[in-house]
């Protein structure tokens, strides 16, 4: 079955900086790619979401890049504010009935 | 936040106990999940819904079962409980199942003593 792999498990960033969350994925028939944001004591939401036919996908502040040949896709945030600190989970699926969800990124932006 | 309701939010038991969480919708999605959540795990599937009466297990359905008789709840129920199911609990909704955007519910919050 699917297995996505997710790095680095905490990341630590300057206020403005820029951070990368990276996943790889196993399943070369995977073809939907979503990223939640989850904040300290709340539930999981969508933040952004790239399907196999397209190689980028950009939404302000935070871009996803999808590398279909080497199975990965990265999450990109820029100019990082306090209130990017969260909790990031990667997911893949291929037009199944479910996601299956990397291990989790903790990110810290600090003032 | 879509209309997902779990409950309840917090449960402690004791080893050995049977638990039944709940998860309510007023979207009428046709999918539902349940996960766990552990540090260092992730979200882990325990199992999903794909319609009334239709179930299938997720990655980590051992100790767990599910019913769902209407299309607005999905039970999650632990026969037995054992300390190794303390967790955070949450139910997800899905209008199209996994390549569709996934809304949570707030987590319940067990603890097996």
């Avoid at chain 1, 100019?79 to 291929?94: G, L, N, R």
């Avoid at chain 2, 199911?85 to 199942?97: D, E, K, L, P």
Wanted: with cysteine; proline share 4%; aromatic share 10%.
């Amino acid at each position: 079955g699917e297995n996505v792999e997710q790095h680095p498990s905490t990341l630590s960033v300057q206020e403005g900086d820029s951070a990368v969350i990276k996943c790889t994925y196993s399943d070369s028939a995977s073809n939907y790619f979503p990223w939640y944001k989850q904040e300290l004591g709340k539930r999981p939401q969508l933040i952004i979401d790239i399907r196999s036919n397209v190689g980028e996908k950009k939404d302000q502040r935070i871009a996803v890049t999808l590398n279909k040949t080497a199975k990965h896709f990265s999450l990109h945030i820029t100019e990082t504010q306090p209130e990017d600190s969260a909790v990031y989970f990667c997911a893949a699926s291929k037009n199944t009935d479910k996601l299956i969800f990397g291990t989790g990124t903790r990110l810290q932006v600090f003032p | 936040d879509a209309g997902i309701t779990q409950s309840p939010r917090h449960k402690v038991t004791e080893t050995g106990t049977p638990v039944t969480l709940r998860c309510h919708q007023t979207e009428n999605h046709r999918y539902m999940y349940w996960y766990r959540q552990d540090p260092g795990h992730g979200l882990r599937l325990i199992h999903y819904s794909y319609g009334v009466k239709d179930t299938d297990k997720g990655e980590v359905s051992d100790g767990y079962s599910v019913s769902r008789s209407k299309t607005e709840d999905f039970l999650l129920t632990l026969e037995s409980a054992t300390s190794s199911q303390t967790s955070v609990y949450f139910c997800a909704i899905s209008r199209a199942g996994g390549t569709d955007t996934q809304y949570f519910g707030p987590g319940t919050r067990l603890t097996v003593l």
